[in-house]
């Protein structure tokens, strides 16, 4: 290590979408601002969200998109900071932009948009970002002092937006929940968050041959729900519905799945002369893909064809029980569910209530989105809230 000490007024440590964001609000703030980068270039999550067209917000966010033990925490900043504040950036920089479904913003061309925008922001607030910068030690005394493998940053105020665990191929380091507990914060259980489901051994044989096969649901567990499409892969189960619901999947826990959403199943078996496998086959398949629709039959048909058994049949098509044995892991997760407890902060300004100067923003804090751009807004909003107060 050389004897180079840098000196800042802020030091953000990640340059990602929480990172960024805040460093660019400081900086117009006349605040003089290092982003410290593990990775050889910033905004490597963001290059790879939204199949690479990155989904930036949602317009219709609310508290209520968002997963964490104190529901109440993200009302502040995410009133602070809109989807209209950023769409704004976004507008200002001439970067076009459609709208999916359900509120979705993507932009037309790459998410490489998005991040040459963060940049251009960032050098126009004199904001220095430094990439290849591995953070070796953290210490405070009447600063922060943060070691790389070739200078010393010091600062009065440190910033953590190191994000998750999600995406480990990316750089996904546990640094942001180490520093919390160096400074003895409390961290909330974390688990990979939007994630594909692993099915057992024996659901895995009855259906992962129709991998590739998609169908609008609506998956349950407890007293969430979520209507959107599922997909069946090779190992178990996906899309986004399967993605949402897993947010709030508990181990050893069923999830319900309504195949034919507001469709009446037996209502066609009912009406015809014969009630039989074939004809529950041809009701089913005029609601669920072909394949599906004959597997699921085959292996849920009752034994006869009383109305009393046609009533049961209905009742499991709209609640097919299956238990995970698991997910795909934080390999393809999302986003990291839990984090640093948000009782450790300032629901204003993300500065922790105990050790003033010290700031976590993003994915990091116990706030994790629903998918479809929520924990993008997150980012933004918190990295915006704690920009603004540096």
Not at 190 to 195: D, Q
Not at 342 to 367: A, C, H, Q
Request: one cysteine or more.
């Amino acid at each position: 290590m050389t004897d180079t000490i840098r000196k800042f007024d802020a030091i953000v440590l990640g340059a990602g979408a929480a990172g960024l964001l805040c460093a660019i609000e400081a900086g117009k703030r006349g605040r003089r601002v290092a982003v410290l980068e593990r990775a050889e270039q910033p905004g490597k999550k963001i290059l790879i969200s939204g199949g690479g067209r990155c989904n930036f917000t949602n317009l219709h966010c609310h508290p209520g998109n968002f997963l964490s033990a104190n529901p109440h925490f993200a009302k502040s900043a995410l009133a602070r900071y809109t989807p209209s504040d950023f769409i704004a950036l976004v507008e200002k920089h001439g970067i076009p932009y459609h709208e999916k479904t359900l509120g979705q913003l993507f932009c037309d061309r790459f998410a490489r948009d998005i991040v040459q925008m963060l940049e251009t922001e960032c050098q126009a607030a004199g904001v220095q970002i430094i990439p290849n910068c591995n953070v070796r030690d953290v210490r405070r005394t009447h600063e922060f002092i943060v070691r790389s493998d070739s200078a010393e940053f010091h600062a009065p105020v440190l910033v953590v937006a190191t994000g998750g665990l999600s995406i480990p191929k990316l750089g996904a380091t546990s640094l942001g929940y180490d520093l919390a507990r160096q400074f003895g914060l409390n961290i909330r259980p974390t688990k990979p968050a939007l994630v594909p489901l692993v099915l057992g051994d024996k659901e895995r044989a009855e259906y992962c041959d129709l991998a590739g096969v998609s169908a609008e649901v609506i998956a349950s567990t407890g007293h969430q729900s979520f209507r959107e499409k599922m997909l069946i892969t090779h190992r178990g189960l996906s899309g986004p519905a399967i993605l949402q619901i897993s947010s709030y999947w508990e181990p050893n826990r069923p999830i319900q799945i309504d195949l034919a959403p507001d469709r009446e199943v037996c209502a066609a078996i009912y009406q015809a002369k014969a009630r039989n496998i074939a004809a529950a086959r041809a009701a089913l398949q005029a609601i669920l893909p072909k394949r599906l629709a004959t597997r699921w039959i085959d292996l849920h048909a009752p034994q006869a064809w009383t109305n009393q058994d046609l009533i049961q049949l209905e009742r499991q098509a709209h609640e097919w029980a299956i238990e995970p044995a698991g997910t795909e892991g934080y390999e393809k997760a999302e986003v990291t569910a839990g984090g640093v407890d948000t009782d450790e902060l300032s629901s204003k300004t993300m500065e922790t209530r105990n050790v003033p100067g010290l700031f976590f923003i993003g994915e990091v804090v116990d706030v994790t989105g629903h998918l479809g751009g929520f924990n993008f807004q997150w980012a933004w909003s918190s990295g915006a809230a704690a920009g603004r107060s540096l």
